[in-house]
T-cell receptor
Framework: DTEVTQTPKHLVMGMTNKKSLKCEQH?????MYWYKQKAKKPPELMFV???????INESVPSRFSPECPNSSLLNLHLHALQPEDSALYLC???????????????FGPGTRLTVL | KQEVTQIPAALSVPEGENLVLNCSFT??????LQWFRQDPGKGLTSLLL?????REQTSGRLNASLDKSSGRSTLYIAASQPGDSATYLC????????????FGQGTELSVKP
């Protein structure tokens, strides 16, 4: 099973709402990632978790708050977002982050977020 | 700073043609290079991953090559089909940056019946 699942598929929220995105994988991967993708642009890395610990934060605004409750789950908590945060949010996982090991990244289908 | 470039940005071919997509990167200190496919509004599907010590990988009608010294990779698609229409992205995993992938801007491929 090489599947990464994400819920919800679509999310519309107001600027004062609090919502969460969820990502799950059952491949035994120990690295999980959040990416943001705007239309016609490549994905941009937001966060990396390695063995349930945050290892990379690409200077993401604090209105995005990641959480890794266990090795299979990754959440992204959203609060007080801006309309420019509307994008496709992609989750990915890989075996590890170690550069010397075989660690193909597998992506989920994404959550389409619209902030009104 | 690693930069990844994909040429062309868009490509339209008739069904049945063999085609080559290009990816170049500025810093040869990479761990691997991964080719992805993305359909509109969807997630990324991994097509091929080439480790830095490898020269090529093959999967079905796809063949990806890697020349680290020249900073280039190509994705060869044989006997293209309309179902191959999608955006193709290459990404390099840079050394010592904790799993971070640097993506190219993508090539939007359209295969006409």
């Amino acid at each position: 099973d090489t599947e990464v699942t994400q819920t919800p598929k679509h999310l519309v929220m107001g600027m004062t709402n609090k919502k969460s995105l969820k990502c799950e994988q059952h491949m035994g991967h120990r690295a999980m990632y959040w990416y943001k993708q705007k239309a016609k642009k490549p994905p941009e890395l937001m966060f990396v978790y390695s063995y349930e610990k945050l290892s990379i934060n690409e200077s993401v605004p604090s209105r995005f708050s990641p959480e890794c409750p266990n090795s299979s789950l990754l959440n992204l908590h959203l609060h007080a977002l801006q309309p420019e945060d509307s994008a496709l949010y992609l989750c990915a996982s890989s075996n590890t982050v170690s550069g010397e090991s075989y660690n193909e990244q597998f992506f989920g289908p994404g959550t389409r977020l619209t902030v009104l | 700073k690693q930069e990844v470039t994909q040429i062309p940005a868009a490509l339209s071919v008739p069904e049945g043609e063999n085609l080559v997509l290009n990816c170049s990167f500025t810093d040869s200190a990479i761990y691997n290079l991964q080719w992805f496919r993305q359909d509109p509004g969807k997630g990324l599907t991994s097509l091929l991953l080439i480790q830095s010590s490898q020269r090529e990988q093959t999967s079905g009608r796809l063949n990806a090559s890697l020349d680290k010294s020249s900073g280039r990779s190509t994705l060869y698609i044989a006997a293209s089909q309309p179902g191959d229409s999608a955006t193709y992205l290459c990404a390099v995993k840079v050394s010592n940056q904790g799993g971070k992938l640097i993506f190219g801007q993508g090539t939007e491929l359209s295969v006409k019946p």
